[in-house]
Structure formats: C-alpha cells, structure tokens
C-alpha cells in the first residue's frame, strides 16, 4: 500500500508565498519523477511542476520563475515553494509520484488527496 500525504497551503494575499510539502511512504521500492498539478473550480486538473530523482526540474510556462519544485530522496519527499502568487493561482493542488513496488517493472502513478491554496487580490 502507498501513500501521498500532504501538508502546507491555506489562504494568501495577492504577492505572498506559500509552500506545500508531500511525502510517500509505504511498499516503495524506488520512485522516479514526483511533481504536482492543481486543479481550479470548474477547470480540468493542469501540470504544474515536476522533479526527477536526479533533480531535473520543469515548470509550466504560468509558474515558471514564481514556483520552485524541489525533492528529499532520502525522506521520498517533494516540495513546492509558491512565491508571487496571483489569484489566477488558487486551486487545488495536488502531488504525484511515479514509483514501483517491490517487483514491479513498471511504474505507477499514485496521487495525494490535494490541498487547497486561495489567492485573494
């Protein structure tokens, strides 16, 4: 069984930051990219950022230079440090993980529950 636990967000002021943390645990046998999507009211779920175990990050264009993604690999952990943050950024965000169990060849995507950010202006 795996797990995607997360913790940070909450409510911020237009130009304020936040930062979101997301740890796995469980029958983890190795874990190659984590990142995160966010999912606004009445749109579909969009790619934020990801990191992969040897640190090469990406970003989407809408975040890029305001949101930093970053990975402990010794606690199976990713973060993202949301900095300058907009209205246009107030979503639901949520952390993945592409890993394999034990005996597994291939990977599979697991999903934390999500956790709310509001930018007010």
């Known amino acids: 069984q795996v797990q995607l636990v997360e913790s940070g967000g909450g409510s911020v002021q237009a130009g304020g930051s936040l930062g979101l943390s997301c740890a796995a645990s469980?029958?983890?046998?190795?874990?190659?990219?984590m990142g995160w999507y966010r999912q606004a009211p009445g749109k579909q779920r969009e790619w934020v950022a990801t990191?992969?175990?040897?640190?090469?990050?990406n970003y989407a264009d809408s975040v890029k230079g305001r949101f930093t993604i970053s990975r402990e690999n010794a606690k199976n952990t990713v973060y993202l440090q949301l900095n300058s943050l907009e209205p246009e950024d107030t979503a639901v965000y949520y952390c993945?993980?592409?890993?394999?169990?034990?005996?597994?060849?291939?990977?599979?995507?697991?999903w934390g529950q999500g956790t709310q950010v509001t930018v007010s202006s």
């Open positions: 469980g029958s983890i046998f190795s874990i190659d990219a």
């Open positions: 990191a992969t175990t040897g640190g090469v990050t």
């Open positions: 993945n993980a592409d890993l394999r169990r034990r005996l597994e060849h291939k990977a599979t995507r697991y």
